[in-house]
């Protein structure tokens, strides 16, 4: 099957996933700015199962897993692993679900796979702005917007039902974009549902931004002021009032374009009970209900 022996199946890392996570030995060779993530290791409590027999035989037994917390599962070291292990555990079980989250290429092979089972997936492409210079800069090692838009397009058109990854900390709106412009791009090549998150970024991401001296990524800084302590790391994000404001600003103008909005509560757990928006707090689907 041509999977690597580094992949590991660890233990949940957002108690609002509920499902393993597939973590690759192959991590971003250019990682985005704000991320650290693919610094982390797992130790061999939090690890489930390593290596390809043993991965497949232990994920059959769940309703689904997350590709993936610590590198993006569609790199180019990884995509072949990916393809092989949703090929093969769908053989294994019919009713597992993917949550896939990706900021790459999708390969049309794989999409055609996601295509044909496209509803026992959850596809997620983050495209956090239409700014594509600012996102270069923070995301260095990630597809351009316009090949997101792309394969966005191509699965929507295949039936995959695509949710956008939106963070408004990423927009520095100037003369030139508009709050609206993003929903209405994603409207167009049919999205119809996004997650909005901030994300917390650490201090050590953060002094690697500001080190840059560039006018658009301190705008975008500016934005993360407070300092918080979430459910796998500690940093900066929006204080609270200043996310609701931004959060309801664009779930506002998504819902005019078409598009059910909520926002990500992995690392927003303290707007619970403290706003009326849209709250995304489980990872759900239809086949999760089934015995």
């Not at 390593?50 to 232990?58: C, D, F, N, V």
């Not at 090929?87 to 790459?104: H, Y």
């Not at 650490?202 to 006018?215: A, F, H, I």
């Amino acid at each position: 099957m041509g999977l690597e022996n580094t992949i590991k199946l660890v233990k949940p890392i957002y108690p609002c996933q509920a499902v393993p996570v597939i973590a690759f030995g192959n991590r971003c060779p250019k990682v985005c700015l704000y991320c650290d993530l693919c610094q982390r290791d797992f130790s061999k409590t939090n690890t489930l199962a390593s290596g390809q027999e043993s991965i497949l035989k232990t994920l059959k037994k769940y309703k689904g897993a997350y590709f993936s917390a610590v590198s993006d599962c569609f790199l180019p070291a990884n995509k072949q692993t990916t393809h092989n292990l949703l090929k093969e555990i769908w053989k294994l079980n019919p009713d597992f679900v993917p949550l896939i989250v990706t900021k790459q290429i999708i390969p049309e092979t794989t999409i055609k796979l996601l295509i044909k089972n496209k509803h026992r997936v959850v596809v997620q492409i983050s495209v956090p702005s239409l700014n594509n210079k600012l996102v270069s800069i923070l995301e260095p090692g990630a597809a351009t917007i316009a090949d997101r838009l792309k394969t966005i397009k191509k699965l929507s058109a295949g039936g995959v039902a695509v949710t956008a990854v939106v963070m408004p900390w990423f927009n520095v709106y100037d003369k030139s974009e508009k709050i609206e412009d993003l929903p209405k791009k994603l409207a167009q090549i049919g999205i119809k549902r996004c997650i909005l998150g901030t994300g917390v970024l650490p201090e050590e991401q953060r002094q690697k931004m500001l080190e840059l001296k560039n006018k658009l990524v301190i705008e975008a800084l500016k934005q993360l002021s407070q300092i918080k302590k979430v459910t796998t790391k500690v940093g900066y994000t929006m204080p609270i009032k200043k996310r609701i404001l931004s959060f309801s600003k664009m779930v506002k103008v998504c819902k005019k374009f078409g598009i059910k909005a909520r926002i990500c509560t992995a690392d927003n757990l303290d707007l619970i009970n403290k706003t009326k928006l849209p709250l995304c707090v489980k990872f759900k689907h239809p086949y999760f209900l089934k015995d």
